[in-house]
């Protein structure tokens, strides 16, 4: 028997994000969390303690920071998940939120800096294109660039001399380039590797004064680190003998980096010293995940921490747990297992996780992460675990196209979009089957946003395979959703495909599951955003009415918000309505 409050609990436990710091303040910061049920921005006093909730919305909210000063925190509105909205902003010890730019419209978001003195620098995006914009308190907002391919905010110098933006004026929106810039618009340098290259701006160094911007790049074929001074000329590559790919942060005083190295699955910490023989230390941290790390003034490092059996905590390098959210902690889920499995394009790392007290052959959720600029790795994840709880073992498949890889692996997808991760997925499905893991009758493919544009893909182009599909947030028909999704992601599309359906009509119809919708044989699930700006409810519709032509067997759940829900409940109601799909129709309801 199902323990049916237990899988429940893990999605109800409360969870904090890492909190955030104000630079000049730095006791003063700011999280997420989900203890209201609702994910939303809190305050945290670390002098006296005192947390206070500083947003509360029926569909909660995602983005929000402290100000450098530490007197206010921004968070950006939208309207039901839509992404589209405004920056606000709300005293830090309690009072109503106003519109932080009340001259600016709204807008999807792309990067907010804030300077010590007020300034405000804000990247948008809307169907014009991007502009960014420096807004001074008591002036109105001065436009400081604009461009008709995707740009966002990378960075202001602590001195707010400086900006960083990355952009895509070359046309591809993958592979970014970096400018930097003068408040007055004056150019100062740019940064481009060439094509299939990208740089991309990770935060000026925290001293006035300081021009240095830490830039990832991939010059060697994955993600490693380099050192820009664009008013000096110069740059410095930080070389460091770790395999997988590498990002990081500065620590406070500007003399070393706080470095995270992600390898097959699994994170790791290190401080690597900027002066003398550039030592790398490595900082303690159990095996698993970081869901991200920062270096205090004091230089203790905090992070947030989980594996695939463990939940989040938010530990120090000084042994102490920061934040603890009240009640009681997730329970408990099983370890994953790695695989190495050949596929036409390489060995593919897979994850796999299996129900305790059950003999193989299971049957198999193959569960697809979104991106397709993401991975799978060896963190807790609430959904996985409701599936290992019923029974199921779960296969999370690192497919061409995913990160943590190398530049090769990520960009392999290009001009074959979604064919070429689904042969990754099917080599992997196969190899389960031929070893006993897999029950080859009861073998599910879902996911979520890309992984649900895989998962309908998948169900048309590989019908055999397949018991059971159960694809959230997709994309169904992919030129209904070009044009009907935010410019960012067009300009995604564009990169990916090598131009827009009208373009390269050819290559949207050979990679989108409507095409092959006749194909279809397994039972399908689509769970659908109506405010959705990704992966757009019209082009969804237009599948479903396809599915029901064809008489396919299928349901749909539609739900009042956008890419995804950050109320904890409905999230239950979602998976319980995918648990409850999947049993059903493989008969073991």
Request: proline share 7%; net charge negative.
């Amino acid at each position: 028997m199902v323990d049916d409050e237990r899988w429940k609990a893990r999605f109800r436990a409360a969870r904090v994000s890492l909190p955030g710091w104000a630079r000049n303040a730095p006791h003063r910061c700011t999280y997420r969390s989900n203890v209201t049920g609702t994910w939303e921005i809190y305050s945290w006093d670390r002098t006296s303690d005192e947390r206070r909730q500083i947003t509360d919305r029926p569909n909660g909210t995602w983005m929000g920071g402290v100000a450098p000063d530490g007197e206010s925190i921004w968070w950006f509105s939208d309207t039901d998940g839509d992404e589209f909205g405004v920056w606000m902003r709300a005293p830090f010890d309690g009072g109503e939120s106003v519109p932080a730019v009340p001259a600016l419209e709204p807008s999807y978001p792309s990067g907010l800096a804030l300077g010590s003195s007020g300034l405000a620098v804000i990247g948008r995006t809307t169907e014009a294109g991007n502009t960014v914009h420096l807004c001074r308190p008591g002036a109105a907002p001065e436009t400081l660039y604009e461009h008709a391919e995707d740009a966002h905010i990378a960075a202001l110098s602590r001195d707010e001399t400086l900006i960083a933006i990355g952009h895509s004026e070359h046309g591809d929106s993958r592979h970014l380039a970096l400018r930097v810039v003068r408040p007055d618009g004056t150019t100062v340098g740019d940064l481009w590797d060439g094509a299939g290259k990208g740089v991309y701006g990770a935060g000026f160094a925290p001293v006035a004064g300081d021009a240095r911007l830490l830039v990832n790049h991939e010059r060697r074929g994955r993600d490693e680190l380099l050192i820009w001074d664009a008013v000096a000329g110069t740059e410095r590559e930080i070389v460091l003998d770790l395999p997988g790919e590498i990002s990081a942060d500065w620590y406070p005083d500007g003399t070393a980096l706080l470095i995270s190295h992600s390898h097959e699955g699994r994170d790791q910490l290190y401080r690597f010293d900027l002066d003398g023989d550039g030592a790398l230390t490595r900082i303690d941290t159990p095996r698993g995940v970081l869901g991200g790390a920062t270096a205090r003034p004091d230089g203790t490092v905090e992070f947030s921490w989980s594996s695939a059996a463990s939940p989040p905590v938010i530990r120090s390098t000084s042994g102490s747990v920061v934040l603890t959210p009240p009640g009681p902690p997730a329970p408990p889920s099983v370890p994953v297992e790695d695989a190495w499995v050949e596929g036409p394009g390489g060995r593919v790392h897979a994850l796999i996780s299996k129900p305790e007290g059950a003999t193989a052959p299971y049957p198999v959720v193959f569960d697809v992460h979104g991106g397709p600029t993401a991975q799978d790795d060896d963190s807790f994840v609430p959904t996985a675990a409701a599936w290992i709880d019923h029974g199921f073992a779960v296969v999370r498949v690192n497919y061409r196209g995913s990160t943590g890889y190398g530049s090769e692996w990520r960009d392999a997808i290009e001009g074959r979009v979604g064919l070429t991760e689904l042969d990754d997925i099917r080599a992997v499905r196969d190899w389960s089957v031929a070893t006993g893991l897999a029950d080859p009758e009861k073998i599910v493919l879902t996911g979520g946003s890309w992984g649900g544009y895989l998962t309908l893909l998948g169900l048309g182009t590989q019908p055999d395979a397949w018991s059971v599909g159960v694809a959230a947030v997709p994309v169904a028909d992919y030129v209904a959703a070009y044009e009907d999704e935010m410019e960012g992601l067009q300009a995604f599309d564009r990169s990916l495909f090598g131009g827009s359906p009208d373009e390269v009509p050819a290559r949207y119809l050979e990679s989108s599951p409507l095409t092959y919708v006749e194909q279809v044989r397994a039972p399908v699930l689509i769970l659908a955003g109506e405010n959705d700006p990704r992966c757009p409810i019209r082009q969804i519709n237009n599948y479903l009415a396809a599915l029901a032509d064809h008489g396919h067997t299928h349901d749909v759940y539609r739900y009042d918000a956008g890419h995804g829900s950050l109320v904890v409940e409905e999230r239950i109601k979602q998976m319980e309505a995918e648990i409850t799909f999947a049993l059903t129709h493989l008969g073991m309801a």
